[in-house]
């Protein structure tokens, strides 16, 4: 059975940083894109960033781009997201997600079929 699993989050003073992991088992991932999702209180589950099979290929939302960091390692098949410069509007569950594709460029929820359960990011002001 396909799982992924968040960790890392906490809570963190604006201007402050944390890097979330996400681990993978059931099977290998090494074929799929990996992305991060976020979903902050009454508000739509939204794109952060994508990585491709390779990890060659990164893709961000423009909110974070410049901020936040993608990364793969596929012999511990984790990915994980590396977030510098954290602001209150960063404040979400942060989820990762396995693609149905080996590229994904589009950030779209809808071509992620495995998802994990989400870790809490907290940015204080």
């Known amino acids: 059975q396909v799982q992924l699993v968040e960790s890392g989050g906490g809570l963190v003073q604006a201007g402050g940083s944390l890097r979330l992991s996400c681990a993978a088992s059931g099977q290998s991932f090494s074929s799929d894109a990996l992305g991060w999702f976020r979903q902050a209180p009454g508000k739509e589950r939204e794109f952060v960033a994508t990585?491709?099979?390779?990890?060659?290929?990164?893709v961000y939302s423009d909110s974070v781009k410049g901020r936040f960091t993608i990364s793969r390692d596929h012999a511990k098949n984790t990915v994980y997201l590396q977030m510098n410069g954290l602001k209150p509007d960063d404040t979400a569950v942060y989820y990762c997600?396995?693609?149905?594709?080996?590229?994904?460029?589009?950030?779209?929820?809808?071509?992620?079929?495995?998802w994990g359960q989400g870790t809490q990011v907290t940015v204080s002001s």
């Open positions: 990585i491709n099979w390779s990890g060659g290929t990164t």
């Open positions: 997600a396995k693609s149905l594709y080996s590229n994904e460029f589009t950030g779209s929820p809808k071509n992620y079929l495995h």
